[in-house]
């Protein structure tokens, strides 16, 4: 079955980084639409940022011009570069494949001070 294993989540200060990945594994990752999501405490599931097969990026204007969504088809694998970091920004983040069709475990990235 199609595994989705996210890594790279942490601790960060406000103003700070991180860059989160995602392997992907039992899919022919290349020809797979891939995208990141986010679920704070207390509120619903919402999209952060996807990329086509074809590289082609969109992000949520909450995150637009801070993160950077990023393929490495040779890899399987996906990231999101996270800059300037927000309090708001804590929540844990999931990948999908697909269309949401695949999920990962998710991992947690908190913004604090």
């Known amino acids: 079955q199609v595994q989705l294993v996210e890594s790279g989540g942490g601790l960060v200060q406000p103003g700070g980084s991180l860059r989160l990945s995602c392997a992907a594994s039992?899919?022919?990752?290349?020809?797979?639409?891939m995208a990141w999501y986010r679920q704070a405490p207390g509120k619903q599931r919402e999209f952060v940022a996807r990329?086509?097969?074809?590289?082609?990026?969109s992000y949520a204007d909450s995150v637009k011009g801070r993160f950077t969504i990023s393929r490495d088809n040779a890899k399987n694998t996906v990231y999101l570069q996270m800059n300037t970091l927000k309090l708001e920004d804590t929540a844990v983040y999931y990948c999908?494949?697909?269309?949401?069709?695949?999920w990962g475990q998710g991992t947690q990235v908190t913004v604090s001070s």
């Open positions: 990329i086509t097969s074809g590289s082609k990026t």
């Open positions: 039992r899919i022919i990752f290349s020809s797979y639409a």
């Open positions: 999908a494949a697909g269309g949401a069709q695949y």
